[in-house]
């Protein structure tokens, strides 16, 4: 899927957001290399601990169906916000886990793209090897 059809289809997935709270929309998608994708958005809750971010909601979903992060090919992540929004702490761990170190992160907004990943967004990753 080419990355500007995809950023779009990211941003038609903000719009199923709940975010009464922050007001803060945002969608994403874990596409996956059969062309399978699996749409998030982020759903708060009045006990904040109990919102779920955009892109756990993505990647859960295709691990939920079979997928592996094996089988993922990228994450796409958008916001409506003045600058380009960036996981948090909690989805950069899981993220660490769950997605190949060198799956592209794209990161946009209305006016800018970014692509990264999870070895630039959380250096020095707290991982599976660290509990042996």
Not at 29 to 39: H, V
Not at 40 to 60: D, H, L
């Amino acid at each position: 899927m080419k990355q500007e059809k995809l950023i779009k289809l990211v941003f038609k997935a903000a719009e199923n957001a709940y975010c009464q709270y922050s007001n803060y929309q945002v969608g994403a998608c874990c596409l996956c290399k059969d062309g399978s994708y699996f749409l998030g958005a982020n759903i708060e809750n009045a006990s904040y601990g109990a919102t779920i971010c955009a892109e756990r909601n993505a990647v859960f979903a295709a691990y939920s169906n079979g997928y592996r992060k094996k089988d993922i090919e990228a994450l796409c992540i958008v916001t409506y916000g003045k600058r380009i929004g960036s996981p948090c702490g909690i989805c950069r761990q899981v993220l660490a886990e769950l997605i190949n170190q060198d799956t592209p992160i794209i990161l946009a907004n209305k006016e800018e793209v970014l692509i990264t990943n999870i070895s630039k967004l959380l250096p020095m990753q707290f991982s599976k090897e660290d509990l042996d």
